[in-house]
């Protein structure tokens, strides 16, 4: 029984584990109610209880597992980490819970899933319970399915998927069990409910009688749409809304859920897919092609029945869809045409998206198949292309509808339209753009006007339906020519339209986005342009082409001028007066005189043809006037010309008269409504005069008016013709500049690219050189529209010729063409539809490329070509592909219709001769450029095998396929790459090349695109398993490209899709998740997709007019913050050169040579901080790398964007180093100028530097390190403190060159690190350097090891990280080394250890091999024959520099901290002077240094054991005696009597301001600070504070005292106030301690207790938690330099002894503490030289004098660490060597000084330092010294001691025996009595420790005790732990225990000294008299006192309680410390003490 009662007193998670079910079921018990209270879901104790869960719902003992389901259903609905226990929980639930007999049980097990499910974890829930299908237990399955349809009717089918249960239930109703066939039933019904007829399908092969009985039940539920009735907890808002409106009767959220629901599920999604491919017939390829139709009937029967299956299995449905086509083309037998269009019909139908790519290949011959006039075919051929149609996009199919449109049979017309019309309704506006929708009207609108009626009517129709989809505003302006009549019947069939939105279909074709779509439109265009040759035949144009484009124009343009044209002259409603101007008649010359003389003076028409040329000039100047009065409408252009061209017209002799004349022309032509036949005839002479010297320009002004009048590319093109059918080349040349410049100003839209190119071919041949350069330029100013595709044309040029079109090509590299600033303004202005406006010239833009002729190749593509590739043997093949190498590079571009060439290349993708499928790819790379755009149609059956091909196993071919993948993206766009399936079963292949090529690419090309299919969410579940692969480098790709998924899809679809995978994937993939949630790009913006665009999409510069408004108008947003991707994007390619847009450039340009004089950085407001906190938060990369990989190198870039000037940014990172040595001059110049600039991206400068270290340029280095040197000099000027993040990202790179082989390289490093010591703390760089010496480079590994050793020479031991023995243990392994230079280096580096250490060297290094030990022990004998000087000489060159960086402190400080507003930025700066200053101060026996930052390092380390004792005793023990001393609070400030004398005004003030500092409300008390600080910061003002600096200063170490106990301690309290609070209070300090005179006024005791605060401040790890706590400790370090500086000198020293003497003393102390106490002592110290003249010596050394007495030498090595002693040593030496044996003069104020264990110790000093010549240091003197005695003594110690402790044993003695014992050890204090006292027992041991420390007391107290007032609590304590008292004994020399009477006493002494009581302040001695008196030996410290008597009761108690372990202790140190082992056993003692310290926590 015993052990029943045991499991009682266990906590509740330990009985929930018990092996007894009692034990458990109580457990089970209580963890219910725990759970039932916990309010807050996140609350720890939830964690506690995760791992037991399970264990809960599988608890074997049926009672207590009900509890244990009772308990878990609480904390799965509550805790908010139950999510993590889902699969273990429920799976134990399946298992366990539903093959219960209980009911009870199943029902808490199911409502366990259900609550699961609520809190989101559905899918998880869901694959159990179908595990749990699968178990053999009926019951089990069955309770299975009744979840799942509970679930689902409460959760809806969108949280339950469907589609998983659907597929087992045909498999549950065959089950044997009854019970599982009813509840399969049910679920039926469920399913049925929610997706009605979808169901049907997947259970036609059910039981006909199951079947039969489902359908009963099915009729009977209600027709309503369901609703859950239960929601996730995320869309728990919802249900209340639902409710509402359920009361309030409205049903509209029902209706919008239902809209959701609906569409949701598809029967389709629902359906297992079937492969029919292996089901063919055998012979069904050789029966399709039977002569007999009867055996093809039979082919195609046997397909039709296998394609009824409604979904398909994915396959290559090829030469199945070829051999159907071919029936539905060729076949003559009408029945088997439908028959085969019927198969087509069920293969679209069962593949969906998967019969896309075969659509191309179908659609043109099933609509011309529509001839039929079979009413059966015409149905089978419709059902068919509709079905087709939903397969792919009409943007897809829109060339093939086009090519048909213009056919002449009247049926295909119609059926095409009516095609056209049903396809339209699929769509939206967004899926059928204006560039679609453009092509699709001009041929309807051809059709409208057909001769048969049927024709019209469905053009009516479609125009209707594209009307009713895109609204009027779209399609108005492509009807602006219909008659109203016809516009009627338009809009009366859109009114009749209804669309087909919702279906599946149209959801679709709806997520198709228009990016490639202007490239198609383009394509029809070149297609419909049929004739390439009446180039110069420019007439008949107007009126051949007028109905059918637009603004007509002449035959060449073809589409293109109706596509490009029609933007640039500004269509819209102005068409119709267009189209009338270019028709305009020509007049007869008659006609036209009489027109004429109506608007012109009569005297001008005669004198028009006057001899005398000043006749004619004034006849022009009268013309010219009446032309510039005339009206636009009045205006007869044709006549005024005519008269113009009349004798002599262009034959015109006299300069002045022709040149008049052409002025004329341009002013008519600006002025009138000018024609083109106008134009016509005056151009002639336009160009015949443009090559006149004198008259050039005016032709030139002339023509440029006139095609701003009638269009650029119509006037370009008869200017061109006209100017190369002249003789003159002048005329040809001037013809060329005068276009170059005019394209420059109209843009490039609608010009006929055919023409131009001929006209320029002509231009080159030319023998006059002017005419070549002067179409060279002209190609130039093309190349910039047309992009490198120009180049093409031009490669059968001579060389010569080629290589100067080349130069001028890159010369335009990279500009981007300027904005049109002609042609637009004239015509927008008509137009009415601005939107359309801005969309045509985005059209012209776009078909500049397709504006080039392309060529029909596929007749060349002959059947024996295709058999060629075909064919066995592999040399045939490879003619093959030559010839169609050869086809396409004759053809140059070619048009789409390529016939069989890709089935016969895809064939040879995977020929097993590998250099076939090179050349098989570099083929199809050169079918992507010269198809352009139009390849897109090809990606589904060619462009998805070329990535099959990534993954080949030879680089090469993988190389050679991205290559071609590339070329196709580039003119494709992604969009049809991520459609449909394709792209994830590439992915799911376990291909791991073709895994990491594939992600590879998508990583590259996610981040340019703005939006993608939603069919991207398929890859996912390859991604994740690519995320595990067993290949590193697929993990590697995989993970770089999870966040551009992610960028697209969104965390949540991401997080979702891992439902699916195991729990540890699961987990492993969240991580990942997360990890890449924070580095996911953003979208790009709107123009970064124009841009990106033009990049990965479409041909070459196709999209820039289209980019170019869209940028303008964003331009000034999108450059602040750039985007690495879409710097990317920009610099691509040439071809993206022109896609930046059109305005910015030239500004850019404009700017740069400005912009060189400006700042080369730009200071960005916290630039630096928010880009460390990116990189700690893991948004950018961290930089870390072996080599710089690409995407460091453009986020560099990215980040510099902001804060580096552009064109210093452009030479930075230029592929050629010798821009990156100009960039390195640049920096160099701007240095000095600009120091800020170069703070505040130093980060980034050093980062840039990192990567020139791996340049393999010399000279590039050599000048960054020359860069390096200057930097950290100025760094070092500017008291800068490099960050970690800066040190980290740097200094690793600049360590691995440090092994170079040049010598000069390796120094310039070196002096790098040196200057870097004085920026960044030597003991943070001893680790970079430390891992620099494991490199393999054993230079590097040398070089590393001597500059550890300069370390540890200048800085001392404490450089050494993480601890010297460690570090040594290191560098020693380095004596074995191989390398003579490494040895030889390691070897130096411990002798220098040696040399600052001694002996103790070779414990730290440990053991080493004995060749090792030999080699060192060789080197060490040899370094001590050289004096060792060094260390001597190092005290006193460090002094100096210590002075001048100080002195350099003080004079940076005094200026800036006047005018600094923020006190942050008093934070920050503060600590990096703090730094520097701190930097470089060795102590005088060890050199040690820096020793400020380096510990502050291991304090918050170490806070932990201070944090843990001290709130508790200040919570425990002072609560209820503090009030009384808090009370009279209020005195202090109401009276302040210190300062009552000054009665002035300004006095009082100042004494309420200050009495309000110390308020416990922190406003207030702000408030007064900022007062104050008002007040220090004015000069004139702040001597007002005179007088009262202690007063405030008692105020302000007061109210850190409350911040520390009572504000940090109260969690109500925000933690930013108190930020705020120390901020200002540090601030304050910081601005009096500039004020020397105020700060010398501060006195002893107020000093000791302020620097008490602000160092219990530093070491307050509470404030390091808070976010700008760092800045805090910062500035108090600061500060504290400050006090130490400012203050009076002696003031100052004694107050840190005496604090030092406290802390020394005080248990509760941490020893942090008493050592940064002693840091500030090293400080004064180094201060001394200058201060010493200043300081009261005699009041220094009666403290020091003091301080001994409480510590002799033996106490002080007792203590746990050394420096203490070394402390004192060092400030006595430091005197000693300033005063020489004056100093001895100075000892007036101690009484008996003879008996002063100081004047003897200075004696000692003085004497040794004139004996010693300088070459041993004291230790050693000390310890020679001891030695001596030790040996000459030995005989007698002996006797002696034996003598002694013969008096101690025996009783009578006993006193006088332990006095003589302690006499003799003061005197010896080295003796050892240890042999004597190791024989004894344990008790005698510890009596004779106990007695010595009780004499010790009584003697040292003598002085001290009466007045223990002055001592501080700490300090009275803890030396005795007397196990006998409560209260500790040295309060009374004689130990009796002191009453409450004598505390009350002194508790009035203080008040009355801390000003608490009304007592005169003037009543207290002054200070100077207190410190002359010997009773009085300390400072009265002000308000420590007022806890010293509470203190002290509290450690006395904590002394009880430690007593043993005290004595122990004290024991076994002091036995140990023997004098010849002292400094063998120290490590020893340390290890001791880390003991006891662990035990006592």
């Not at 009596?1887 to 009275?1916: D, F, H, N, T």
Request: net charge neutral.
């Amino acid at each position: 029984m015993g052990d029943d009662s045991e499991w009682v007193k266990l906590p509740v998670d330990q009985k929930c584990e018990h092996k007894l079910w009692k034990a458990r079921l109580s457990g089970y018990e209580e963890a219910l109610k725990i759970f039932q209270k916990i309010k807050d879901e996140k609350s720890p104790e939830w964690s506690k209880f995760l791992g037991l869960i399970k264990k809960f719902v599988t608890d074997s003992n049926a009672v207590v597992q009900l509890k244990g389901l009772e308990a878990a259903l609480v904390y799965v609905e509550n805790a908010h980490v139950a999510g993590k226990t889902t699969g273990e929980v429920v799976s134990g639930v399946v298992s366990k819970v539903f093959n219960q007999p209980k009911a009870k049980a199943k029902e808490l097990g199911i409502e366990i899933c259900l609550m699961y499910i609520e809190i989101e974890k559905g899918e998880a829930v869901q694959e159990e319970l179908l595990k749990g299908l699968d178990n053999k237990n009926p019951k089990i399955i069955v309770a299975c399915i009744e979840t799942l349809r509970k679930a689902l009717s409460e959760f809806g089918s969108k949280i339950i998927l469907l589609k998983p249960i659907i597929k087992v239930l045909p498999k549950l109703f065959e089950s044997r069990e009854k019970a599982v066939r009813d509840e399969a039933k049910l679920i039926a019904v469920e399913i049925y409910r929610w997706i009605r007829d979808a169901l049907r399908p997947p259970l036609q092969s059910i039981n006909s009688v199951q079947l039969k009985e489902l359908e009963e039940e099915w009729v009977k539920l209600p027709t309503g749409a369901p609703k859950p009735s239960r929601f996730l907890r995320s869309q728990q808002e919802l249900e209340a809304k639902l409710e509402q409106q359920q009361s309030a009767g409205g049903d509209a959220e029902g209706g919008g859920d239902d809209g959701d629901e609906v569409p949701q599920i598809d029967a389709y999604e629902l359906l297992e897919a079937v492969e029919i491919l292996s089901k063919l017939p055998k012979d069904f390829y050789d029966k399709i092609e039977a002569k007999k139709w009867q055996e093809r009937k039979e082919a195609l029967e046997a397909v039709e029945v296998l394609v009824k299956n409604p979904k398909l299995e994915a396959g290559d449905y090829a030469d199945l869809v070829k051999a159907l086509k071919k029936v539905v083309g060729k076949d003559t037998n009408v029945m088997l045409v439908a028959l085969a269009a019927k198969c087509l019909t069920g293969l679209a139908v069962g593949l969906r998206k998967k019969f896309g790519q075969y659509a191309g290949h179908v659609v043109p011959t099933i609509l011309e198949k529509f001839k039929e006039k079979k009413p059966q075919v015409v149905q089978a051929l419709q059902e068919a292309i509709d079905a087709i149609f939903l397969t792919t996009t009409l943007q897809n199919i829109s060339e093939d509808v086009l090519a048909v449109m213009d056919n002449k049979n009247p049926t295909i017309k119609q059926q095409t339209s009516l095609f056209i019309a049903r396809s339209f309704r699929h769509c939206t506006a967004s899926t059928l753009p204006k560039s679609l929708l453009k092509p699709f009207c001009a041929a309807l609108l051809k059709h409208i006007n057909d001769s048969a009626p049927e024709v019209r009517d469905a053009a009516f129709e479609a125009l209707g339906t594209a009307l009713k989809v895109v609204g009027e505003k779209a399609v108005n302006p492509f009807l602006a020519d219909v008659d109203k009549l016809k516009l009627d019947k338009i809009k009366e069939c859109s009114e009749k339209v209804e669309l087909v939105h919702g279906k599946k279909a149209g959801l679709a074709a709806d997520k198709k986005e228009f990016k490639p779509v202007p490239g198609r439109a383009a394509a029809s265009g070149a297609t419909g342009d049929k004739d390439t040759k009446d180039i110069s035949a420019p007439k008949p144009g107007p009126l051949k082409k007028a109905p059918a484009t637009k603004p007509g124009g002449p035959p060449k343009k073809g589409k293109p001028a109706a596509l490009g044209g029609a933007g640039s002259t500004g269509t819209k409603n102005k068409k119709g007066l267009e189209t009338k101007e270019i028709v305009e008649p020509e007049l007869s010359i008659e006609v036209c005189e009489e027109k004429a003389s109506a608007v012109l003076p009569a005297t001008c028409i005669q004198l028009l043809d006057s001899s005398n040329w000043k006749e004619r000039l004034a006849c022009m100047e009268e013309f010219q006037k009446a032309v510039e009065l005339m009206d636009r409408t009045e205006m007869p252009c044709q006549a005024l010309v005519r008269m113009l061209a009349k004798k002599p017209g262009w034959k015109e002799t006299n300069f002045q008269v022709m040149q008049m004349k052409l002025h004329i022309v341009a002013l008519i032509a600006q002025k009138g409504n000018f024609s083109k036949t106008s134009a016509q005839i005056v151009l002639d002479g336009l160009v015949d005069k443009i090559g006149d010297v004198k008259c050039g320009n005016n032709a030139k002004e002339a023509m440029t008016a006139i095609a701003e009048a009638c269009m650029l590319p119509w006037t370009a093109e008869q200017v061109m013709s006209m100017a190369f059918l002249q003789k003159n080349p002048k005329n040809q040349s001037e013809t060329l500049n005068w276009l170059s410049n005019a394209i420059k100003e109209f843009g490039f839209s609608g010009l006929n690219v055919k023409a131009f190119i001929s006209n320029v071919k002509t231009a080159l041949a030319a023998t006059n050189p002017a005419v070549r350069t002067s179409a060279i330029t002209l190609l130039g100013v093309m190349y910039l529209y047309v992009g490198p595709s120009l180049r093409m044309f031009f490669e059968d040029e001579k060389p010569a010729l080629l290589s100067q079109i080349d130069a001028e090509f890159e010369k335009m590299q990279g500009q981007n063409p300027p904005a049109p600033t002609r042609g637009i303004s004239k015509h927008s202005t008509s137009g009415t539809d601005e939107g359309e406006d801005g969309d045509e010239p985005d059209d012209g833009g776009n078909d500049v490329v397709d504006l080039l002729p392309r060529t029909e190749i596929s007749d060349k593509i002959t059947s024996e070509l295709v058999s060629k590739i075909g064919d066995k043997n592999w040399k045939i093949r490879k003619e093959g592909l030559d010839e169609v190498a050869g086809i396409i590079n004759e053809a140059k571009f070619i048009q789409p219709n390529i016939g069989e060439l890709p089935t016969a290349l895809k064939g040879r993708l995977n020929d097993s001769n590998k250099i076939l499928v090179q050349q098989t790819l570099n083929i199809l790379q050169q079918l992507a450029v010269a198809m352009g755009p139009n390849i897109k149609q090809h990606v589904k059956n060619l462009g998805i095998s070329i990535i099959t091909v990534l993954g080949d196993s030879k680089n090469n071919v993988r190389a050679a396929a991205l290559a071609t993948v590339n070329a196709w993206a580039e003119q494709t766009g992604m969009k049809e790459w991520l459609e449909g399936e394709d792209l994830s079963e590439e992915l799911k292949k376990e291909n791991p090349f073709l895994r990491q090529e594939l992600l590879g690419w998508l990583a590259e090309k996610l981040p340019t695109l703005r939006s993608t299919p939603t069919d991207l969410i398929l890859c996912v579940p390859h991604l994740y398993s690519c995320l595990e692969d067993r290949n590193g480098d697929v993990r590697k790709k995989a993970q770089d490209a999870l966040p551009f998924f992610m960028m697209h899809l969104g965390y949540e679809k991401m997080a979702k899709a891992t439902g699916k995978l195991k729990p540890t994937s699961k987990d492993q993939v969240l991580a990942m998740l997360e990890k890449a949630k924070a580095n996911m790009p953003a979208k790009p913006a709107a123009p970064a997709k124009a841009t990106s665009k033009s990049v990965g999409g479409s041909a070459p510069a196709k999209f820039q007019p289209a980019s170019a408004p869209v940028e303008d108008s964003v331009s000034g947003t999108v450059e602040p913050k750039p985007d690495p991707k879409k710097a990317k994007a920009l610099g691509v390619s040439s071809k993206a050169k022109t896609a930046q847009g059109k305005k910015v450039p030239s500004k850019t340009s404009l700017k740069e040579d400005e912009d060189k004089s400006g700042p080369i950085f730009i200071v960005v407001p916290n630039g630096k901080e928010q880009r460390m906190k990116d990189e700690k938060g893991l948004k950018v990369l961290k930089w870390n790398f072996t080599t710089p990989r690409d995407e460091y190198i453009e986020q560099l870039k990215t980040q510099m964007s902001s804060c580096v000037a552009k064109w210093l940014q452009d030479e930075m990172f230029h592929s050629d180093f010798q821009h990156h040595n100009k960039a390195l001059a640049v920096m160099v110049d701007h240095l000095e100028s600009e120091k800020e600039g170069v703070i505040g991206c130093l980060d980034l400068i050093l980062k840039w530097l990192t990567l020139r270290f791996f340049d393999t340029n010399t000279s590039v280095l050599m000048k960054a390190l020359e860069y390096l040197k200057l930097l950290f000099t100025l760094l070092s000027e500017e008291e800068y403190h490099l960050t970690e993040n800066e040190a980290s990202s740097f200094i690793p790179y600049l360590i691995l060159k440090v092994g170079e082989p040049k010598d000069v390289i390796r120094k310039d490093v070196r002096a790098i690190l040196n200057r870097m010591c004085l920026v960044y703390p030597a003991s943070k760089m001893f680790p970079f350097i430390m891992e620099g010496t494991k490199s393999k480079n054993s230079k590097q590994r040398a070089e590393c090891l001597e500059e550890l050793g300069c370390l540890v020479e200048s800085y001392g031991m404490n450089v050494c990280q993480p601890t010297p023995g460690k570090a040594l243990k290191e560098i020693a392994i380095h004596i074995g080394d191989r390398d003579n230079a490494v040895r030889n280096a390691a070897l130096n580096t411990i002798v220098t250890v040696y040399n600052v250490h001694g002996d103790q060297v070779f414990k730290l290094i440990g053991t080493l091999s004995e060749k090792d030990m030999s080699m060192l022990e060789e080197r060490i004998k040899r370094s001590a024959k050289r004096p060792s000087a060094a260390p001597v000489k190092q005290v006193e060159e460090k002094p100096q520099r210590t002075q001048s960086i100080s002195s350099n402190t003080n004079m940076l400080r005094k200026g800036p901290a006047e005018d600094m507003s923020s006190r942050l930025k008093i934070m920050y700066r503060t600590y990096r002077i703090q730094a520097r200053s701190m930097s470089g101060h060795p102590d005088a026996a060890q050199m040690v240094r820096r020793e400020f930052q380096l510990d502050l390092d291991e304090i918050e380390n170490d806070n932990g054991t201070v944090r843990c004792e001290m709130p508790e005793l200040v919570q425990h023990k002072l609560d209820d005696i503090f009030e009384p001393v808090l009370i009279p609070e209020p005195k202090i400030r109401a009276v302040s009597p210190h300062f009552d004398d000054m009665h002035s005004n300004t006095a009082s003030t100042i004494n309420f301001i200050i009495s309000q500092v110390a308020s416990g409300d922190i406003n207030t008390s702000i408030q007064a600070l900022t007062q104050i600080d008002e007040v220090l910061r004015q000069e004139d003002k702040a001597e007002a504070m005179s007088g009262h600096i202690d007063q405030f200063l008692i105020a302000t170490f007061m109210q850190l005292r409350l911040i520390y106990n009572t504000h940090m301690a109260d969690e109500k309290l925000e933690k930013d106030e108190i930020i705020k609070l120390y901020s200002c209070i540090i601030g304050n300090m910081i601005s009096l301690f500039q004020i020397e005179s105020l700060a010398r006024e501060a006195s002893t005791g107020v000093l000791k207790d302020l620097m008490h605060g602000l160092i219990t401040l530093m070491l307050d790890s509470r404030i390091e938690d808070l976010e700008e706590g760092q800045q805090v400790i910062r500035s108090v370090n600061l500060l504290v330099v400050k006090v130490l500086e400012k203050s009076d000198q002696t003031n100052i020293l004694s107050a840190l002894l005496v604090l030092l003497q406290d802390s020394l003393l005080a248990t509760a102390s941490s020893p942090k503490f008493s050592e940064l106490v002693m840091k500030c002592l090293w400080r004064m110290v180094r201060l001394l030289p200058d201060t010493i003249n200043s300081i009261n010596l005699d009041r220094i050394l009666l403290d020091i004098h003091i301080f001994m007495k409480v510590f002799p030498k033996e106490k002080l090595k007792q203590c746990k660490s050394e420096f203490p002693i070394r402390t004192l040593k060092t400030l006595l030496h430091t005197l000693c060597k300033l005063k020489g044996p004056k100093i001895l003069d100075h000892l007036t104020m101690i009484d008996n000084k003879n008996e002063s264990e100081l004047e003897a110790h200075l004696c000692r000093m003085m004497k040794h330092s004139m004996d010693q010549t300088g070459s041993k240091s004291d230790k050693e003197t000390e310890k020679g010294a001891s030695r001596i005695d030790e040996k000459s003594s030995k005989a007698k110690v002996n006797d002696f001691l034996a003598e002694i402790f013969k008096k101690i044993g025996s009783k009578e003695n006993t006193k006088e025996g332990l006095a003589e014992l302690y006499e003799y050890k003061k005197k010896y204090s080295d003796a050892d009595i240890e042999p004597f006292l190791k024989n004894s027992s344990q008790f005698f041991q510890s009596y004779v420790e106990r007695g010595l420390r009780v004499i010790e007391m009584e003697r040292e107290g003598k002085g001290r005790i009466p007045i223990s007032a002055g001592i501080s609590p700490q300090m009275e304590v803890t030396c005795v732990p007397t196990p006998t008292s409560t209260v500790s004994s040295i309060g009374n020399t004689n130990g009796e225990e002191v009453g409450p009477s004598v505390y009350l006493e002194r508790l009035k002494i203080l008040r009355q000294r801390c000003g608490l009581d009304n007592t005169k302040q003037d009543d207290r001695p002054p200070l100077t008299s207190l410190l002359s008196k010997p009773a009085v030996p300390t400072v009265a410290s002000s308000t420590d006192m007022l806890h010293s008597k509470l203190s002290q009761l509290r450690e006395s108690r904590e002394q009880h309680q430690h007593s043993d372990l005290d004595s122990n202790q004290t024991h076994s140190s002091g036995t140990m410390t023997t004098s010849s082992s002292s400094t063998a056993n120290i490590d020893d003692l340390k290890k001791r003490l880390e003991r006891i310290k662990s035990s006592r926590k």
